[in-house]
């Protein structure tokens, strides 16, 4: 882990985790703003994190920001000075996200602790549903 900088009710919060964590509320402050400049944000947020969890033997969550990076920049580059344009996510769809979130979150899990992965049932849920929830979004 990298140096750290405070602790807070027993945790120790390290610089790039602070760091990480500034940079992420900014790009959340941003993003309410309706400004495109939030994306750049998210990405410096999500690369920082990566090296974070990765650190922290969360395999599953470091590799998913490489995900969020990807949308960052795809929401860069397509998000229009009016913003999205949201939908309705019919029942049929929601069925299949909770299926599909369920059978990869078995999958995964299993895989994530043969590798010697830390917190492997937790970070594999956080993975799978993020990943769903950031393809649902697009």
Known sequence: MSYILFTAWGYQVSVLEFVASVTSLTGVWLGTTGKRITWPWWAISSALYAIFFYQANLIA?????????????????????????PGK?????????VLWIL???LALAPFLSRIGAAATVVDSFLFVGSLIAQILMV
């Open 61 to 85: 969550s470091a590799g998913l920001q490489f995900v969020f990076i990807a949308a960052a920049t795809s929401g860069w580059k397509g998000w229009a000075p009016t913003g999205a344009k």
């Open 89 to 97: 996510l019919v029942l049929r769809s929601r069925i299949y996200a």
């Open 103 to 105: 059978g990869l979150w």
